[in-house]
């Protein structure tokens, strides 16, 4: 394409703007088979592109025009870029009886195997011996990471990486989980109040 067809369609030229539309038309319909959004078809991303299209031509640079048929080419990704955005964002609105694409409802996803109530004390619980963590000190946390992370090697590289006994090691380990079951046991009764 060379320049003058711009200029023409930055006019308001009708046929060179279809000109324009025709040359990039390729770049659009492989754009538009890419993608795939509810409540649009082909021929209305087909139509986005045409309007991303009418509405650059005028914004063309002069100076430019050697380029413009690659800034076309980005006006149309990002006005389809910018309508998948703005479907996306909308919640769809469905239904629990409606199925997926897996033919399941929603309904039949929302019984769970294991006990609501089995997962809010066990999910209670670890809060409590992260709260018992938080009480340690950073020696006594980092002594219990190296057990936790292997409980038959750890202590021994702890005390090797930290240039540390290992018996003082080992009891250290010992009085920060006497330390952090003592927490559990005073703080046990520290549940919700219903």
């Known amino acids: 394409m060379n320049s003058n067809i711009f200029i023409q369609a930055k006019n308001g030229n009708r046929e060179a703007i279809e000109f324009v539309i025709k040359t990039v038309e390729p770049f659009i319909f492989k754009q538009c088979r890419r993608m795939k959004l509810q409540e649009h078809d082909f021929e209305d991303l087909c139509q986005i592109s045409y309007e991303a299209i009418i509405k650059a031509i005028p914004k063309l640079d002069d100076k430019h025009l050697d380029s413009a048929p690659s800034y076309l080419m980005k006006c149309i990704h990002n006005a389809l870029k910018y309508e998948a955005r703005r479907i996306l964002a909308k919640p769809q609105d469905t239904s629990l009886d409606s199925e997926d694409k897996d ?12 006990n609501t109530e089995s997962i809010f004390f066990r999910d209670e619980n670890s ?13 006594e946390k ?24 290992y018996r003082k090691a080992r009891y250290l380990k010992d009085k920060t989980l006497k330390k952090m079951k003592s927490y559990l046991e005073t703080h046990k009764d520290d549940d919700f109040l219903f």
């Open 142 to 165: 980092t002594v219990l990471s190296y057990f936790i992370q292997d409980p038959y090697g750890g202590i021994k590289r702890y005390s090797e990486l930290y240039d540390t006994d």
């Open 103 to 114: 033919g399941i409802t929603h309904a039949e996803k929302l019984v769970a195997k294991e």
């Open 127 to 139: 809060s409590r011996v992260k709260d018992a963590f938080m009480t340690l000190t950073p020696e």
